[in-house]
């Protein structure tokens, strides 16, 4: 199936009952490839790693008598799984819990990590923490680029305002100018993103031109963040790369993905839009 029908079959923009009794079949798998095949690129050849990191803010099951249990969930799905989960049906998934009863929390954990990386094709980590728990709110660390003086003419894709030359840079650079667009229903998608690089130094004012040309994109949050990497390292060749956009919430959920040129893990932060 071409990556537009399996889209398009997605619960994205439709109608769709909300099913309150747990249903592992809600969830709609897409394959991460599909982005890839298109550019006639082998997605395996590809010089990064990482994660999706989702925050799930909405998540709810009953006790065995019946009590309503209320907790924060994270859930870390590794970028090599071969499936990205479509966002609408892990919310219409997170709902079916709503009134289902569970003997204790370890049995959902376990429910959910089985049904997440079933779907995803990997192991998907899940974390259930108590509303109760203190949370900071905390920035992404770097130079951020926002208030450089641009002329932007740019609004969908425009690798070629990469630039890079000069000394070699070991810098961190971070933007809250990041938006693109749902592929199905054209809402919006809001994120701050960070990129690390050792390498020839990034012309800092086009790398800045270049993530507000994603305003009119439409694309998954993942392929996004993808694409930005790539960009990056096929036009300014850094030694080592990691790109990390946090995306606002939609739906009770918001996605973050992370991918990097080096074996690490990024830190889940909440930031003032989350």
Known sequence: MSEHHQV??????QETAYVNEYDPKLLYPIARDLNWQAKGVTRSSLPFRGLD?????????????GKPVVR???????ASSPN??????????LNSYNLSRFCNEAEVRTRM???????????????????????????????????????VEHYTPAPQ?????????????????LKSNCPVTGQPDWASVQIRYKGPQIDHKGLLA???????????????????FMDIWQRCRPQKL???ARYVRRGGLDINPYRSSINDTPQNLRLSRQ
Do not use: M
């Open 72 to 78: 924060l969930a994270e859930f870390r799905i590794p």
């Open 8 to 13: 398009k079959a997605s619960p994205l923009g």
């Open 53 to 65: 990191i989702w925050n799930a803010y909405e998540v709810s099951w009953l006790d065995q008598g």
């Open 210 to 228: 270049y993530l507000i040309s994603y305003r009119e994109h439409g694309d998954f949050h993942e392929q996004c963040v993808e694409n930005i």
């Open 113 to 151: 990590q089985e049904d997440l990386s079933a779907a995803a094709g990997a192991p998907v980590d899940v974390i259930l923490t108590s509303l109760n728990a203190p949370v900071e709110v905390q920035q992404l660390k770097g130079l951020c680029l926002d208030e450089l003086p641009l002329q």
């Open 161 to 177: 305002l990469l630039t890079s030359g000069g000394q070699v840079q070991d810098e961190t650079l971070v933007s809250h100018l």
């Open 84 to 93: 990205i989960i479509e966002s609408k049906s892990f919310k219409l998934y």
């Open 242 to 244: 990691s790109v990390y």
